[in-house]
């Protein structure tokens, strides 16, 4: 997935924060976790140097952020921090979406660190030299227009219903 990540992270925040008073800082949390996945691109490009998929990283293991979120639910309930578990849900479920989109074109590992077992919805096939072709003249890319036209849609109606 390139361009629907942020989009989809909106979608999925609007939704998680409706009718909520701290609506906006709800969405700003969604937003960020929405790409957070893919910051381990600095790790594949100025460490790594490319030696393994970035998908395989840590940072695009959905266990690891389950794990994340469980933590930071204990502590919220043990330091009586009640108010901040909805944020944890916007951020769980945006980074799971980043995930789940991710598993079309791309192999996520679910299960790590258990299993190896991954999930690559669709493969795109290498059809061009410079493979970022392949994936725009794919079927997969007209989605991620749809998702960034419902998300400048919803973006809209609700700036509309604010004013
Ligand atoms: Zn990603």
Same mark, same amino acid.
């Given at each position: 997935?390139?361009?629907?990540?942020?989009?989809?992270?909106?979608?999925?925040?609007?939704?998680?924060?409706?009718?909520?008073?701290?609506?906006?800082?709800?969405?700003?949390?969604?937003?960020?976790?929405? =790409?957070?996945?893919?910051?381990?691109?600095?790790? #594949?490009? *100025?460490?790594?140097?490319?030696?393994? $998929?970035?998908? %395989?990283?840590?940072?695009?293991?959905?266990?690891?952020?389950?794990?994340?979120?469980?933590?930071?639910?204990?502590?919220?309930?043990?330091?009586?921090?009640?108010?901040?578990?909805?944020?944890?849900?916007?951020?769980?479920?945006?980074?799971?979406?980043?995930?789940?989109?991710?598993?079309?074109?791309?192999? =996520?590992?679910?299960?790590?660190?258990?299993?190896? #077992?991954? *999930?690559?919805?669709?493969?795109?096939? $290498?059809?061009? %030299?410079?493979?970022?072709?392949?994936?725009?003249?794919?079927?997969?890319?007209?989605?991620?227009?749809?998702?960034?036209?419902?998300?400048?849609?919803?973006?809209?109606?609700?700036?509309?219903?604010?004013?």
């Amino acid at each position: 997935m390139f361009i629907a990540h942020l989009p989809a992270g909106y979608l999925t925040a609007n939704l998680l924060a409706r009718k909520h008073k701290n609506r906006s800082s709800l969405i700003a949390v969604g937003l960020v976790c929405s =790409i957070l996945p893919d910051f381990d691109l600095l790790w #594949f490009y *100025l460490v790594d140097n490319r030696q393994t $998929a970035h998908h %395989e990283y840590f940072f695009h293991w959905p266990l690891f952020w389950c794990f994340l979120a469980f933590a930071t639910w204990i502590l919220s309930w043990i330091l009586g921090q009640g108010q901040i578990r909805r944020y944890i849900l916007v951020a769980l479920t945006c980074l799971l979406v980043h995930m789940l989109l991710d598993s079309f074109a791309a192999e =996520i590992y679910w299960l790590r660190p258990f299993s190896d #077992f991954h *999930l690559n919805a669709v493969e795109v096939p $290498a059809k061009f %030299e410079w493979w970022v072709w392949s994936f725009v003249f794919h079927w997969t890319f007209a989605v991620e227009i749809g998702i960034c036209l419902a998300a400048a849609i919803v973006f809209l109606r609700n700036k509309k219903n604010a004013i």
